[in-house]
């Protein structure tokens, strides 16, 4: 596709979210925040739905309900979790970045660089683990401890 | 014979995308096998191809050292500087050469940086002060001390080679974003102790393709070849203005003019200039 000038389009779109280079961590964390955020989004969206069948009495609330045990639903649910679990903590590292913090000072670049990214990783690497071990216990507790 | 056989550089492939506007309907991939000896950069390779295989193959470069910023291209999965790369750093026997992404490729591997000089423009890269007429009648220097120096001398590292839009995730998506270089010049100059701009940036910065479009994937600064960190400039900008729209920040006041330096007396150990000898 060209443009006016005649040159040809060489834009990434969506595609530049999910990939197209060898970057680093914090690159897939963003792009992993802004999938979850929109999963949580239409999940509310349909939240708000099913909780309406309880205007349609008792008897409408019950039988939305008989379906959303099935487990297809279960899952859903699971992915709902797991998305809240990831977007929250994440949503703590990024809230504290933009506010300016875990990055250091600002210093004269001498060379081999080292940016601010790389001063917040641990950071970065703490919240992935706490996020698998709450999603990890969160299985357990959707799929065996709960499951009759 | 045989010594200048064992001495004989290894072969890399170059795979470089070609595209020529009203000859070619889509860009394709043109291979060319380049002698690698030790030391050889990206950019020699290309010279060495236009030389040797090739004149009809574009791209820009003018400086062969990382200052000019007009050589960076998609080297290997990231946008690099062709000069500042070395073959043999890319560990690997086929380097695959593409133009920059989230820019028109105007030919080859040339770019068009059009909208990415306007939206530099458009922060206003320059020291602005309320009083005009010092600026156009100087009578001596701004202020500034060495620790100000260091509030945004990383920033004004910046060459516009256009690396870091190329990595942003939110540029792929948002042809209006002002993308990193923009934003982390913007925060050089609002950073810099003898300016007083940050109200006259405001709009272009709180815009809804400023500053609060940046989510810090942090692929801008992990790019950046002169360790300017773009993120982090972004970062900072927004705890600014935070700062600012809760009344925390007074008002910017551009520093004084420094007092002009009397009965200096050159130090010893400095060898004296020669004469002038025209
Ligand atoms: S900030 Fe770095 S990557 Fe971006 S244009 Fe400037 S030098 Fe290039
Ligand atoms: S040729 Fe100037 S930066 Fe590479």
């Known amino acids: 596709?060209?443009?006016?000038?005649?040159?040809?389009?060489?834009?990434?779109?969506?595609?530049?979210?999910?990939?197209?280079?060898?970057?680093?961590?914090?690159?897939?964390?963003?792009?992993?925040?802004?999938?979850?955020?929109?999963?949580?989004?239409?999940?509310?969206?349909?939240?708000?739905?099913?909780?309406?069948?309880?205007?349609?009495?008792?008897?409408?609330?019950?039988?939305?309900?008989?379906?959303?045990?099935?487990?297809?639903?279960?899952?859903?649910?699971?992915?709902?979790?797991?998305?809240?679990?990831?977007?929250?903590?994440?949503?703590?590292?990024?809230?504290?970045?933009?506010?300016?913090?875990?990055?250091?000072?600002?210093?004269?670049?001498?060379?081999?660089?080292?940016?601010?990214?790389?001063?917040?990783?641990?950071?970065l690497i703490v919240i992935m683990v706490l996020a698998v071990i709450l999603i990890l216990a969160g299985g357990l507790d959707f799929f065996v401890l709960t499951s009759h | 014979m045989s010594e200048s056989h064992a001495n004989a550089p290894q072969k890399v492939i170059f795979e470089v995308l070609r595209y020529i506007p009203g000859v070619d309907a889509k860009p394709r991939m043109q291979s060319y096998e380049v002698p690698a000896p030790k030391g050889l950069t990206v950019l020699d390779g290309l010279l060495w191809i236009k030389e040797n295989l090739d004149p009809t193959l574009s791209w820009r470069s003018s400086c062969r050292m990382g200052v000019c910023g007009s050589c960076a291209m998609f080297i290997n999965g990231l946008p690099r500087l062709a000069c500042a790369n070395q073959v043999a750093h890319l560990h690997s026997d086929k380097i695959i050469i593409k133009p920059l992404p989230n820019y028109a490729i105007i030919r080859d591997l040339v770019p068009d940086l059009e909208p990415f000089f306007a939206k530099h423009a458009a922060i206003k890269p320059f020291l602005i002060r309320k009083n005009i007429e010092e600026l156009d009648n100087p009578t001596g220097e701004f202020f500034q001390s060495k620790e100000e120096l260091v509030n945004y001398i990383q920033?004004?590292?910046?060459?516009?080679?256009?690396?870091?839009?190329?990595?942003?995730?939110?540029?792929?998506?948002?042809d209006a974003y002002l993308g990193p270089q923009a934003l982390a010049q913007a925060w050089r100059y609002i950073a810099d102790a003898r300016d007083e701009g940050a109200a006259e940036r405001e709009e272009e910065i709180f815009s809804a393709h400023g500053a609060f479009r940046c989510h810090f994937a942090g692929a801008c600064s992990e790019v950046c070849?002169?360790?300017?960190?773009?993120?982090?400039?972004?970062?900072?900008?927004?705890?600014?203005?935070?700062?600012?729209?809760?009344?925390?920040?007074?008002?910017?006041?551009?520093?004084?003019?420094a007092p002009p330096v009397e009965n200096w007396v050159p130090k010893k150990e400095y060898p004296k200039a020669p004469e002038h000898s025209l």
């Open chain 2, 225 to 257: 070849p002169k360790g300017v960190d773009p993120a982090f400039a972004i970062q900072l900008m927004k705890q600014f203005m935070f700062k600012k729209k809760l009344g925390g920040c007074k008002e910017q006041h551009g520093s004084e003019l």
């Open chain 1, 1 to 123: 596709m060209t443009d006016e000038k005649n040159h040809l389009s060489n834009k990434l779109g969506i595609w530049g979210w999910l990939g197209g280079g060898r970057y680093g961590l914090e690159r897939y964390a963003y792009t992993l925040h802004r999938l979850t955020g929109l999963g949580l989004l239409l999940y509310f969206i349909l939240h708000i739905f099913v909780t309406g069948s309880r205007l349609g009495g008792p008897e409408s609330w019950s039988a939305s309900m008989a379906v959303y045990e099935t487990g297809l639903f279960k899952i859903g649910e699971f992915l709902v979790f797991v998305a809240f679990i990831y977007h929250g903590l994440n949503g703590i590292r990024l809230g504290l970045t933009e506010l300016g913090f875990l990055m250091g000072k600002p210093e004269r670049p001498l060379f081999p660089y080292r940016s601010s990214v790389m001063r917040q990783r641990p950071v």
């Open chain 2, 155 to 174: 920033f004004a590292y910046c060459i516009k080679c256009g690396a870091c839009l190329s990595a942003c995730p939110t540029v792929a998506t948002d």
